[in-house]
């Protein structure tokens, strides 16, 4: 049985001067995080500003939490936690300020909580923002949206420039919000490995389209790279799934989607010996994705 949607956006479109968001179909299940992945200009932060009601799209609909956008943002938005790079904190207030300011408008304030995530980020309530860190700005933004206990969870670019150990603190947190498996999480990201460790669905855009969308098992179970032997120049067969090549003398490796179990015996038939077929990680998948997309636009 599917599952309610959190978001549902339907054939979204947005142009800029110099941009355009063509056609967009995104869908994240309740209880779910998706990934969106794409390198900076791709068009993710355009759909989280739809998402959150701030960008109204100039075709195509979106409902979040099953209100419309951008024109039932108010309702939609006591139920959203949302962070981004560079949300601003009042610099000469301090986070208890901040904390009770947010408590005062929200009556879903968990204070236990609040307490708890406190002490998990190393924390003080006294502490000033201007004299905060990067990374404890980031962690008390986290602190301030989490606290809310909201029904969904909207991050965009949540660990950009954080170090290595503040960042697994931020994405252990998130992933806690989790727990009780009735939230859900959309964020955006150009690291893969931070979506690769926490998403159940991810979401390849580049150029303003979606490049390819399906959950996480998928992905990693779908491509292969296939290291040949072509000691005779035989011509590749044709392969609808093939998403990569690459030559060296007579050594060639072929990157596919779709992969099926009868490739490298086809492979073998047309005279090409099949040394090895490896995995991707999801770093390479979005390479040769992106990759392949170039391709297909120019053309």
Excluded at 69 to 76: D, G, K, L, S
Excluded at 172 to 196: C, K, Q, W
Aim: one cysteine or more.
């Amino acid at each position: 049985m599917d599952l309610p949607l959190a978001i549902e956006c339907t054939g979204i479109s947005k142009r800029y001067p110099h941009f355009a968001l063509h056609s967009v179909d995104l869908a994240c299940e309740q209880g779910t995080v998706m990934g969106l992945v794409g390198p900076n200009g791709a068009g993710k932060s355009t759909i989280m500003r739809m998402v959150m009601g701030l960008v109204a799209p100039d075709a195509g609909t979106v409902r979040v939490l099953g209100h419309a956008m951008p024109e039932r943002q108010v309702a939609a938005k006591r139920n959203i936690g949302f962070i981004a790079e560079d949300m601003r904190l009042y610099e000469s207030e301090t986070i208890g300020f901040h904390m009770a300011f947010i408590q005062s408008i929200f009556d879903s304030w968990d204070e236990d909580y609040a307490n708890t995530l406190l002490r998990r980020f190393d924390l003080n309530r006294q502490q000033k923002v201007k004299g905060l860190s990067h990374g404890q700005r980031v962690k008390a933004t986290l602190l301030l949206a989490l606290a809310r206990r909201p029904s969904l969870l909207v991050f965009d670019e949540p660990t950009t420039g954080l170090d290595p150990a503040v960042r697994k603190e931020v994405l252990d947190e998130m992933m806690n919000a989790m727990a009780d498996e009735t939230r859900s999480i959309l964020f955006s990201s150009h690291n893969t490995a931070d979506v690769e460790q926490i998403s159940d669905y991810i979401t390849f855009i580049y150029g303003g389209r979606i490049v390819e969308s399906r959950n996480k098992e998928d992905f990693m179970d779908g491509w292969r790279r296939l290291r040949l032997t072509n000691r005779d120049n035989q011509p590749l067969p044709e392969l609808p799934n093939l998403r990569g090549v690459q030559h060296s003398g007579r050594l060639c490796a072929l990157t596919v989607n779709e992969y099926d179990e009868s490739l490298p015996a086809r492979l073998s038939g047309a005279g090409l010996a099949v040394q090895a077929v490896e995995r991707l990680t999801l770093e390479e998948i979005f390479l040769a994705n992106v990759k392949h997309a170039k391709a297909e636009f120019a053309q």
